[in-house]
C-alpha cells in the first residue's frame, strides 16, 4: 500500500472482512491468501461514517495546532472519550465541537484520533491526531517508545538510593544520577477488574524512571518526583510508585492510607494533604516527531493551580 493512504495491516484485515478488498474482480475472504506478481488489488474506502459523540462547546487550553494533530493541556476533571458512566463533556466531545469538519476519517469514523490517554485525574499534556497520516504517524512513535512524556508527581517518602528497602524490591533498581528505575509486567487486579496490579509472569511489559526534584518534612517526608515513561500502560506511574513505597499523593486507589503527622508538617500542610480529592499527577512535558512534517516538536505546562498550592502549602511549613 502507498504509505499516504495510512492504512494500518489491522485496517486492512478489518476492510478484508468487510468485503472492500478484491483480488482481480473477486473478494478477498481470506487474509491469508497468496498473491502472485500481476495479481489487481482493489481497495474500496468508504466515506468516513459519522460519529455518535455529539460535539460540545467546552473550552479547551490549546499549546499548538495545525492541520494534522492538536496538543492539549487537560484540567484534571476531564474524562479523554465517552464511556459508560461519562457520555458527554469529554476532551473528544470538546474536540469534535473545536474542529469541526477538519477532522478526517481516522479508522473509517469522523472523530479525533486519540492516541494516548491521561486518567481523568491526572492533568497535563496530550497530543490528538486530526488526519489518518499523523495518527498513524504518532501511534507508531507511541509503540516504538519514541515519544518523551515526563510527569510531575508528588509522593509519599523520598526514592532514595541508599534505602535498604528499595534495593531489595523486586522489580526496582537504580541508574546513574539516582534514577530508580521500575521493571515490571502489569495487569487488570485479579480480585478488582477497575484496578492494575504488579505482576512478574504474564502482564504487559511497564518501565517507568523517577527521580527526586524536591523533597519536604522530616522525618515524615513528601517528595516532588519527575517520572518519565519508557511504555506507557493503564496507571503506570500510580501503579509503579505504590509498588515502590510511595504511592501519590491523593490517590485513591493505589496511595493508600498513609497520614502526615503534625510533628513534621504544620496543620495548614497537614490540611491541604488531606483535603487533596486527586492523584497529585501532572503530564509535565511532551516530546515527539511531526508525522508530516519530521520536525521535533516538545511543549511544558506547568503545574496546575492545585498542585502548585500544595506544594506551597507543605513547603511553608515543612
Known amino acids: 500500500m502507498p504509505e499516504a493512504a495510512s492504512l494500518s495491516r489491522t485496517r486492512l484485515a478489518r476492510l478484508m472482512e468487510e468485503g472492500a478488498v478484491r483480488i482481480n474482480g473477486t473478494v478477498a475472504e481470506n487474509p491469508k491468501a497468496k498473491v502472485a506478481e500481476g495479481d489487481l488489488v482493489q481497495i474500496v474506502l468508504a466515506a468516513a461514517t459519522e460519529s455518535h459523540i455529539l460535539p460540545q462547546e467546552i473550552a479547551l487550553e490549546i499549546v499548538y495546532e495545525d492541520d494534522a494533530l492538536i496538543v492539549i493541556n487537560k484540567p484534571s476533571g476531564m474524562v479523554v472519550h465517552p464511556a459508560p458512566g461519562t457520555p458527554d463533556g469529554t476532551l473528544v466531545n470538546a474536540l469534535m465541537h473545536h474542529c469541526g469538519a477538519s477532522l478526517s476519517g481516522v479508522g473509517g469514523v469522523a472523530r479525533p484520533g486519540i492516541v494516548h490517554r491521561i486518567d481523568k485525574d491526572t492533568s497535563g499534556l496530550l497530543v490528538v491526531a486530526k488526519s489518518d497520516v ?185
Open 134 to 318: 499523523a495518527h498513524h504517524g504518532l501511534a507508531a512513535q507511541f509503540e516504538k517508545h519514541t515519544v518523551e512524556r515526563h510527569y510531575r508527581a508528588l509522593v509519599y517518602g523520598i526514592p532514595d538510593a541508599s534505602d535498604p528497602r528499595l534495593r531489595g524490591t523486586k522489580g526496582v533498581s537504580f541508574e546513574q544520577g539516582g534514577v530508580m528505575k521500575i521493571q515490571t509486567q502489569l495487569a487488570r487486579h485479579k480480585h478488582d477488574r477497575q484496578r492494575q496490579a504488579v505482576f512478574f509472569d504474564g502482564g504487559r511489559h511497564a518501565v517507568t524512571r523517577a527521580r527526586v526534584v524536591a523533597s519536604f518534612g522530616t522525618p515524615e517526608c513528601l517528595s516532588l518526583v519527575d517520572c518519565w515513561l519508557e511504555t506507557g500502560r493503564t496507571h503506570q506511574i500510580r501503579v509503579h510508585m505504590a509498588h515502590a513505597g510511595h504511592g501519590l499523593v491523593g490517590d485513591p486507589v493505589y496511595g493508600g492510607r498513609r497520614k502526615l503527622s503534625e510533628k513534621a508538617f504544620g496543620a495548614g500542610a497537614v490540611a491541604a494533604v488531606k483535603g487533596f480529592d486527586r492523584q497529585a499527577l501532572h503530564a509535565a512535558s511532551l516530546g515527539f516527531e511531526h508525522p508530516v512534517s519530521g520536525e521535533m516538536l516538545r511543549f511544558e505546562a506547568e503545574l496546575p493551580e492545585d498542585m502548585a498550592a500544595l506544594i506551597q502549602a507543605v513547603e511553608g511549613e515543612a
